[in-house]
Nanobody
C-alpha cells in the first residue's frame, strides 16, 4: 500500500485547509485509514480515522468539531478538512492505513496500530 499526502501549507489562525491522502496498492476492503500529526519535540498523535467498510469515524478531542475526515466513493482518496485552525495545529501531518477488524475504529485509531504510512505534509498555522 502506498500513501501520498498533499495540501499542507502556511495558513493564518482561523483559516481552513483540506489535506488529501491518495491511497494505492490495495482494494482497501476492511481497512482503517487515519490522519496523525507530529509537532517538533512531541510524539505522533492520532487526529481522525475512518473505516473503509462502513465509513464510521473517530476524532481526537483536540480536533472534534473542527476537523472532518472523509473519503471519495472509490475509496482511493481520504481527506481531512481542517477548519478554525489554531497555532497548536502546527505539525507534520501523516496519513496511514492498515487492515482493521474485530475492534472499533476508536480503539484502532492509534499510531502503533498502523504499518503503512505516507511521507507527511507540513501544516503551519501562523498568528
Amino acid at each position: 500500500v502506498q500513501l501520498v499526502e498533499s495540501g499542507g501549507e502556511l495558513v493564518q489562525v482561523g483559516g481552513s485547509l483540506r489535506l488529501s491522502c491518495a491511497v494505492s496498492g490495495s482494494t482497501l476492503e476492511h481497512w482503517a485509514i487515519g490522519w496523525f500529526r507530529q509537532a517538533p519535540g512531541k510524539g505522533r498523535e492520532e487526529i481522525a480515522c475512518i473505516s473503509t467498510s462502513d465509513g464510521t469515524t473517530f476524532y481526537a478531542d483536540s480536533v472534534k468539531g473542527r476537523f472532518t475526515i472523509s473519503r471519495d466513493n472509490a475509496k482511493t482518496t481520504v481527506y481531512l478538512q481542517m477548519n478554525s485552525l489554531k497555532p497548536e495545529d502546527t505539525a507534520e501531518y501523516y496519513c496511514a492505513a492498515d487492515r482493521f477488524a474485530i475492534t472499533t475504529i476508536q480503539a484502532f485509531c492509534l499510531p502503533n496500530r498502523f504499518e503503512n504510512w505516507g511521507q507527511g505534509t507540513q501544516v503551519t498555522v501562523s498568528s
